[in-house]
């Protein structure tokens, strides 16, 4: 039996200028000394993304294959996996805020990443575009902007994703439905007797088989216990996705996928039989259908472990934690806020004020 092969990334980098540590710089393919100015350029891997064979995975031998070994801290207060680098000596969760110690570190394998999105917005940006959102909030209490608001706190964090690529067969049997109307009088409210146009549909046996390819089926690799990202900014552009190379991570935290690569794939074919469903229904046709069965059948399925960039940010505002989230791509922003209890009590009473004149002035 073929031994499994374990590798050893280094995922930090010393300047040769003056010895600091170098870091990716967003929206490059660099990574730059921040003391020195030195940058080196981050080798294109020419053979392309890495996509693996899936059933040689799904064993306990393959799983160990392409796989290197990371230095990981839980966090005990939300349950987060992140990577710390050697450098570090404390830092704090990206979810909670709360304080990580570098010697309560331990060794973990994972599965190699096939590819990264690299950061197109470095923190300053991500910052400023968090400092708008807040000015734009309403109902926002007024000294929001004087909470502990660090941009120290705010991290770039790579997210753990399972793709999925399969050839997708399926046969069904289904029915096709068109509509047609009939005229029919009927009384309306007023008591009138009124024409109305009346839609039915009439249903026909259909079936047939359906082919194609499913590519990159994207399904989250962690649970993200506490500080889920929001679905609003879990959009990425997967056309700029890297052949991986650990210099796109230097300087950021990278979560460690929490989601085994079994479950993850258990959720991919849940979603390719969504996908097979809507090729079934596009294959009858007709205004509307009905698909009564269908047998669904993935061959030459492959998987890769990415990394998806975003920036996270744990605050708080009157002893209460609040999460935000940037896209590290796109810079779409969401996340959770106070409100000022005053400011919405007397903006309500204001509008009943308003509403009282105008019924008074209205009877005159």
């Given amino acids: 039996m073929e031994e499994p092969t374990i590798q050893k990334t280094e995922l930090k980098k010393a300047c040769v200028n003056c010895g600091a540590e170098l870091k990716y710089k967003p929206g490059t393919t660099s990574i730059t000394c921040e003391y020195c100015g030195h940058s080196e350029t981050i080798p294109v891997d020419e053979s392309g993304f890495k996509e693996l064979e899936l059933y040689p995975y799904l064993q306990e031998m393959g799983s160990q294959k392409h796989s290197e070994e990371i230095s990981m801290l839980h966090c005990k207060n939300c349950g ?15 979810y909670c805020g709360q304080p990580l110690v570098i010697e309560d570190a331990y060794k973990e394998n994972w599965i190699l990443p096939g590819a990264v999105l690299p950061f197109q917005i470095d923190k300053k940006e991500s910052f400023r575009i968090f400092q708008k959102w807040v000015k734009g909030l309403w109902f926002a209490p007024n000294n929001l902007k004087k909470a502990a608001l660090d941009p120290q706190y705010t991290k770039g964090l790579y997210l753990p994703y399972w793709t999925f690529d399969a050839q997708l067969f399926a046969s069904y049997t289904g029915q096709r439905g068109e509509y047609y109307y009939e005229t029919r009088r009927v009384r309306n409210a007023n008591g009138k007797m009124v024409t109305q146009q009346v839609r039915k549909t009439r249903w026909y046996p259909a079936s047939g088989q359906v082919s194609g390819f499913v590519d990159d089926t994207l399904i989250k690799a962690s649970h993200q216990k506490s500080g889920r990202i929001p679905g609003k900014i879990a959009y990425w552009n997967l056309k700029k996705l890297q052949p991986f190379d650990s210099g796109f ?18 959720h991919s074919k849940e979603v390719a039989r969504d996908i097979a469903t809507r090729w079934c229904k596009q294959d009858i046709g007709g205004d509307t259908q009905r698909v009564l069965s269908m047998d669904m059948q993935l061959s030459e399925e492959t998987f890769k472990h990415i990394l998806l960039p975003v920036y996270v940010s744990a605050y708080r505002y009157s002893g209460k934690q609040y999460n935000f989230f940037i896209n590290g791509e796109n810079g779409q922003i969401s996340g959770s806020r106070p409100y000022s209890f005053w400011k ?21």
């Fill in 249 to 266: 991570l230097s300087g950021f935290v990278t979560e460690k996928y929490t989601i085994p690569l079994k479950e993850g794939h258990l």
């Fill in 344 to 364: 919405i009590f007397f903006a309500v009473l204001f509008g009943l004020i308003i509403i009282g004149v105008i019924v008074f002035l209205s009877k005159k």
């Fill in 80 to 94: 987060a996996d992140q990577h710390v680098e050697e450098n570090y000596k404390s830092l704090h969760c990206v």
